[in-house]
């Protein structure tokens, strides 16, 4: 009983976390002192709910406890008369014992709100005064609930680099008494980019998660669509980040049908392109005019949406502009150059000029130190293998992929695919 009860905190604790972090944040004003409220509001949970049960809303119990811990900080720290203005409306619900329709804490702040929290606190965690990777691991800890382990694993680094980076940063923002507010006018494009950056790590955890059970974690593709359109009002004027909008828009759009009905993982070539939603398609292509538009069709988050488009444009797998997504990805590894680019690539050139090119550029790419503990190498060069008639190695290939996986279906799916090669046969997928 208890096992079910903590995964179920679990689920909810990965939803609100973020929520819960930058409600506490606007009143605490210290990112730190409000993740720790935060995980001692989680801690509440694991000690009541086995023995009380789960309340209805969950989510709002969460919410109340943590600021409950707020209003002790602030009282603790005698800034509560300094803060009364904020905290009034907390101190009227403690007294009412927090009504049963506390629910409005947890609705859904419209898209030209930009007093948004999630959005304060996104732009807190990259405030200039950290350096860019400490406020993208920060951001991701913050605002997708994401562990060290996983944040260390979209950064292919070592866990012990993120933990101090993650640390250093929140006592950096504490000692520079950095402000939880939304930047205007030109205290803005400094710290654009790093937002982008993180809301896409958070998107990209959401449409492949790193760890767990499931192969995606929707809520958080969800999440960070909504703080792209936000920001896409909040910097109408930014081509990269309607780039951005649109390349979500565009992967987003295949949701419901990059897993089968068990949850299982369907390749890009596999998928049913009926399933794929237009709506989310029209979105994303609209998006992607407007930053070409703006003269940001060169930028690196355009060019991964025009990447994403060719896709869209297909009606069926074969009918794809693989040379053109060649060219695309040749220009993306100008302009943002990297070994999952090169990767990227590779699949793209297998597809327009076949396995035995695309395979020099994997095995290029092998002993780079970025990519030692990177899945989908071993994966991409057991299927080239497998498409060149060498089952055995692609066999080998595909087991050593598994054994990285971090996601239970993931490995899973990895496994089976190695298994396929057992008789001897080529699984071209």
């Given at each position: ?8 905190i679990?689920?909810v604790?990965?939803i609100?976390?973020a ?7 606007r ?13 001692d509001a989680?801690?509440?949970?694991l000690?009541?709910?086995p ?9 709002a ?8 811990r707020?209003?002790d ?6 800034s ?15 007294e ?21 929290d ?18 993208v ?7 997708a609930?994401l562990t060290?382990?996983e ?8 866990e012990?680099?993120?933990a101090?980076r993650?640390?250093?940063a929140?006592?950096?923002?504490r ?11 030109e ?11 993180a ?15 499931d ?5 958080l593709c ?6 792209g359109r ?8 930014e ?6 909008v ?8 295949r ?8 949850g ?7 998928q ?18 407007r ?11 355009a ?9 869209a444009?297909?009606?069926t ?7 053109r997504?060649?060219?695309?990805y040749?220009?993306?590894a ?11 690539r ?6 327009a ?9 994997v095995?290029?790419?092998?002993e ?7 899945q ?17 190695e692609a066999?080998?290939?595909f087991e ?14 990895l496994?089976?695919?190695?298994r396929?090669?057992?008789?001897g ?5």
């Open positions: 009983m208890h096992s079910a009860t903590h995964q179920a679990a689920a604790w990965r609100e976390c929520r819960i972090v930058a409600a506490v944040a009143l605490v004003r210290d990112v730190g002192v409000a993740e720790e409220l935060a995980q989680l801690v509440a949970a000690e009541h709910w023995r009380q049960g789960i309340p209805d809303n969950a989510a119990w969460l919410m109340r406890t943590a600021k409950n707020a209003l900080e602030l009282r603790r720290r005698g509560h008369a300094a803060g009364l203005e904020q905290v009034a409306s907390d101190l009227q619900a403690r009412a014992h927090l009504v049963p329709d506390f629910v409005d804490e947890l609705d859904a702040v419209r898209a030209d709100d930009i007093g948004d999630l959005l304060r606190l996104m732009f807190t965690a990259c405030h200039p005064v950290l350096s860019s990777d400490a406020r691991a920060l951001s991701l800890k913050l605002l609930g060290t382990h944040i260390a694993r979209a950064y292919l680094l070592p012990p680099t993120i101090q993650i640390v250093r929140k006592r950096t923002l000692e520079a008494q950095v402000p939880f507010e939304l930047p205007r006018g205290q803005l494009a400094p710290r654009l980019a790093s937002v982008l950056e809301v896409y790590l958070v998107f990209n955890e959401g449409y492949t998660a790193t760890a767990g059970a192969w995606m974690r929707p809520q969800d999440e960070a669509l909504r703080l936000i920001l896409a009002e909040l910097a109408p004027a081509p990269e980040v309607h780039g951005l649109a390349l979500m828009e565009l992967q987003a759009s949701a419901s049908a990059r897993q089968d009905g068990a299982r993982p369907v390749l890009l070539l596999d049913d392109r009926s399933r794929w939603d237009q709506l989310l398609i029209r979105r994303g292509q609209a998006a992607l005019a930053a070409q538009g703006l003269g940001g069709g060169a930028g690196p988050y060019l991964q949406a025009a990447i994403a488009a060719c896709h444009r297909a009606r797998a074969a009918e794809t502009d693989w040379q997504i060649c060219d695309l040749g220009e993306l100008r302009v943002a150059p990297s070994p999952v680019v090169e990767l990227n590779a699949v793209a050139v297998c597809m000029q076949g396995p035995a090119v695309a395979l020099a550029m095995d290029a790419l092998n780079d130190p970025a990519l030692r503990a990177y989908w190498l071993p994966s991409v060069r057991g299927d080239l293998l497998a498409r060149l008639g060498r089952p055995g066999r080998a290939e050593r992929a598994a054994a990285l996986a971090g996601n239970e279906r993931e490995r899973a799916f496994l089976q695919r190695a396929a090669l057992d008789g046969a080529a699984d071209a997928a």
